[in-house]
C-alpha cells in the first residue's frame, strides 16, 4: 500500500510503518466502548472530606512538600480559535443592515454577540483593544453605538489589532487587576507558587506549546514571572516542549484509505491531548500536578484553589508513603500472612484495586508477587466536582474483559448510550472531571516509571473532520486523563465547584467568577 515516498515521510516524522498500519486497523474496526459497571460516587469511589479533615491534608501537604520535586504541567498548545466561533460567524454574516440589527438585538443569551458587545468594557483585554483603535483614529465606543461591529472584530480577531483569534489561551488577557491585566498564563504562574515549590523555594512550572507559539510564551514569560517570584518570595522556572510529530496520526478518507494530498503526501494530524503522555514521560518528574491553561480564576477566588491543591497532594504523599513501604517489604519477600492480609485490604480499600476470586487460591509466593506488580504502578489522585448540569463524562467504575474493574476517568464519547443499562448509569452519575490530578510517576525505588507502559491503546477516539472541502476521518490517542493513565492506581476525591472555572468562549470571562 504504502510508496518509497510514504516511507520517507514516516521516517521524517519518526513513525514506524507498524504504528500506521495499527492505526488503519483501527479505523476499519472501531475502538470498543468502556463497559460502565458503575458511576463513581460518594458511596462507592469518591472521598468526601470534613472542614476539619481538609485542614488536616492542607497541613499534611505543607509538612511534607519539601521532600519532593514539584511540578506544575499545563498542557497550553493550540490556537484559542474555538472560543471565538461566534464572534467568527457574527463576522461573516453581518452586513449592518435593519434586519442584522434586528437579529443581533434578538439574541440577548449569554454566549450570544450581544451580551458580548453590551459586556465589553468588563473584558481584562478592552483598555488594550481600544488603544490599538484609537492609535489608528478609531473610537470602539462610538463604533458600537452605531453597530458597526465589523470593524471593532477586524481589530480584535486579526493581527490588524489584538489577533486573538490566532494565540493560544495561556497569552490571552484573563482577568483585569488594579496594577494591570493578566494573561491566563500569568494566573499559572501565580498559582504554582502557591503550591508547586521545591524546598529551595523553587517553583517549577512545564508548558505544551505548538512551536509556533513558543516564542511568544518565552516572551510572556520573562516580561511578567519577575513580578510572581517578587509577590511570593519564590524562583519559577519555566520550561516547555512541543508535541511530537511521532504521536500524529493517519488521517482517512471515508473508505478508510489513507487520506492523500494534492501532492500526494498523506495527511497526519495532532494525536490529541493523549500525546501529552509522552511529553510528561520525557520529564521524568517525580510529583506533577496537571491542570488545563483556561481552568484558571483571580487571587480573590484562588484560596480553595490552592487548598485543595494541597489536599490532593497531601493524599498522595499520604498513599505512596504507605505503598512504598509495602512494596519494600514485598520486594523482600519474607512477608507474615497477617502482613499479607493488611496489604491486600489496603491495596483494595484504600487503592480501589480490585482483588480477583481467585486470589485466595493463590500459593504465598503468588499472592506477593500479585501485589507486588499491582503496587507497583504509576498513582494520580484527581479532584472531582458536583455534577450541577447534565451528567457527562467523569468518574465511573469499569470492567475490562477480564471481568476486573477499576475506576476510570470516561469521556461521554467512550460510552455506548444505545445500551439502556449503559445510559442508566451514567443517569446516576454524581460528579464530573474538571481535570485537575496530582501524578506521582517514580517507583518506590525513586526510579522514573515508562509511562508508555501503562496506556490503554484501545481507548482512542474516531471522528469526522474535513481538509480543504474533502470529508475525512481523523483518529485522536487515548486521551491524556483517560486511557493513558487507564493503567494508574487512581484515587478520587471531591472538590468545591468554585475549583472549575473553565473558559470555553469568550463570553465565558464575563461570568462573576472571572470578574
Same mark, same amino acid.
Given at each position: 500500500m504504502f510508496t518509497t515516498r510514504d516511507l520517507e515521510q514516516f521516517k521524517s516524522k519518526g513513525i514506524d510503518k507498524e504504528t500506521v498500519n495499527q492505526q488503519l486497523d483501527n479505523f476499519k474496526k472501531g475502538f470498543p466502548?468502556?463497559?460502565?459497571?458503575?458511576?463513581?460516587?460518594?458511596?462507592?469511589?469518591?472521598?468526601?472530606?470534613?472542614?476539619?479533615?481538609?485542614?488536616?491534608?492542607?497541613?499534611?501537604?505543607?509538612?511534607?512538600?519539601?521532600?519532593?520535586?514539584?511540578?506544575?504541567?499545563?498542557?497550553?498548545?493550540?490556537?484559542?480559535?474555538?472560543?471565538?466561533?461566534?464572534?467568527?460567524?457574527?463576522?461573516?454574516?453581518?452586513?449592518?443592515t435593519a434586519e442584522d440589527i434586528a437579529a443581533y438585538e434578538a439574541d440577548k443569551s449569554f454566549n450570544s454577540v450581544y451580551a458580548f458587545f453590551t459586556g465589553i468594557k468588563r473584558f481584562a483585554f478592552y483598555r488594550l483593544l481600544k488603544d490599538k483603535m484609537m492609535a489608528d483614529g478609531l473610537d470602539i465606543d462610538q463604533l458600537i453605538e452605531n453597530y458597526e461591529f465589523n470593524t471593532v472584530l477586524d481589530y480584535f480577531l486579526t493581527e490588524k489589532g489584538l489577533n486573538y483569534s490566532k494565540l493560544p489561551k495561556g497569552l490571552l488577557l484573563f482577568h483585569k487587576y488594579d496594577d494591570e491585566p493578566r494573561l491566563a498564563l500569568e494566573e499559572h504562574l501565580s498559582e504554582a507558587a502557591q503550591y508547586a515549590v521545591n524546598n529551595q523555594g523553587k517553583a517549577t512550572v512545564h508548558f505544551t506549546v505548538s512551536p509556533e507559539h513558543q516564542k511568544l510564551f518565552e516572551q510572556a514569560v520573562a516580561a511578567k514571572k519577575g513580578k510572581f517570584e517578587k509577590l511570593f518570595q519564590v524562583s519559577i522556572e519555566v520550561s516547555y516542549s512541543q508535541q511530537k510529530p511521532s504521536t500524529d496520526t493517519i488521517a482517512v478518507d471515508l473508505n478508510n484509505e489513507p487520506f492523500r494530498m494534492d501532492d500526494g503526501t498523506i495527511l497526519f494530524r495532532p494525536g490529541g491531548h493523549g500525546a501529552l503522555i509522552e511529553n510528561l514521560n520525557d520529564l521524568k518528574g517525580e510529583i506533577v500536578f496537571v491542570k488545563n491553561i483556561d481552568n484558571i480564576v483571580p487571587d480573590r477566588l484562588r484560596k480553595p484553589t490552592i487548598t485543595y491543591k494541597?489536599? /490532593?497532594?497531601?493524599?498522595?504523599?499520604?498513599?505512596?508513603?504507605? #505503598?512504598?513501604?509495602?512494596?519494600?517489604? *514485598?520486594?523482600? $519477600?519474607?512477608?507474615?500472612?497477617?502482613?499479607?492480609?493488611?496489604?491486600?485490604?489496603?491495596?483494595?480499600?484504600?487503592?480501589?484495586?480490585?482483588?480477583?476470586?481467585?486470589?485466595?487460591?493463590?500459593?504465598?509466593?503468588?499472592?506477593?508477587?500479585?501485589?507486588?506488580?499491582?503496587?507497583?504502578?504509576?498513582?494520580?489522585?484527581?479532584?472531582?466536582?458536583?455534577?450541577?448540569?447534565?451528567?457527562?463524562?467523569?468518574?465511573?467504575?469499569?470492567?475490562?474483559?477480564?471481568?476486573?474493574?477499576?475506576?476510570?476517568?470516561?469521556?461521554?464519547?467512550?460510552?455506548?448510550?444505545? /445500551?439502556?443499562?449503559?445510559?442508566?448509569?451514567?443517569?446516576?452519575? #454524581?460528579?464530573?472531571?474538571?481535570?485537575? *490530578?496530582?501524578? $506521582?510517576?517514580?517507583?518506590?525505588?525513586?526510579?522514573p516509571f515508562d509511562l508508555k507502559q501503562f496506556v490503554d491503546a484501545s481507548t482512542g477516539f474516531i471522528s469526522k473532520k474535513s481538509k480543504d472541502g474533502r470529508d475525512l476521518k481523523a483518529q485522536e490517542l487515548p486521551g491524556l486523563w483517560n486511557g493513558a493513565m487507564a493503567d494508574w492506581i487512581t484515587v478520587f476525591v471531591e472538590a468545591p465547584i468554585i475549583t472549575f472555572n473553565p473558559v470555553k468562549t469568550i463570553n465565558d470571562l464575563l461570568r462573576e467568577q472571572h470578574q
Open positions: 466502548y468502556v463497559n460502565l459497571a458503575a458511576p463513581a460516587t460518594l458511596q462507592n469511589g469518591i472521598i468526601r472530606f470534613t472542614d476539619e479533615e481538609v485542614k488536616r491534608m492542607e497541613t499534611y501537604y505543607d509538612e511534607n512538600f519539601s521532600d519532593y520535586e514539584i511540578l506544575k504541567f499545563v498542557p497550553a498548545s493550540g490556537a484559542a480559535s474555538r472560543m471565538f466561533k461566534h464572534l467568527h460567524e457574527f463576522h461573516q454574516h453581518y452586513k449592518g494541597k489536599v /490532593i497532594g497531601g493524599v498522595l504523599f499520604d498513599i505512596q508513603a504507605q #505503598t512504598f513501604e509495602y512494596l519494600d517489604m *514485598l520486594e523482600d $519477600g519474607n512477608v507474615e500472612d497477617d502482613v499479607l492480609e493488611q496489604i491486600k485490604e489496603y491495596a483494595n480499600k484504600k487503592l480501589n484495586i480490585f482483588i480477583p476470586a481467585a486470589y485466595d487460591g493463590y500459593d504465598k509466593m503468588e499472592k506477593i508477587d500479585f501485589l507486588f506488580n499491582t503496587l507497583n504502578r504509576p498513582m494520580r489522585v484527581c479532584g472531582m466536582v458536583k455534577n450541577e448540569g447534565e451528567p457527562g463524562g467523569g468518574p465511573f467504575w469499569v470492567k475490562n474483559s477480564n471481568g476486573e474493574l477499576s475506576l476510570q476517568i470516561v469521556e461521554s464519547s467512550q460510552i455506548d448510550f444505545s /445500551i439502556p443499562e449503559q445510559k442508566e448509569i451514567v443517569s446516576k452519575a #454524581t460528579h464530573f472531571n474538571p481535570v485537575d *490530578l496530582v501524578c $506521582g510517576v517514580r517507583d518506590f525505588q525513586g526510579n
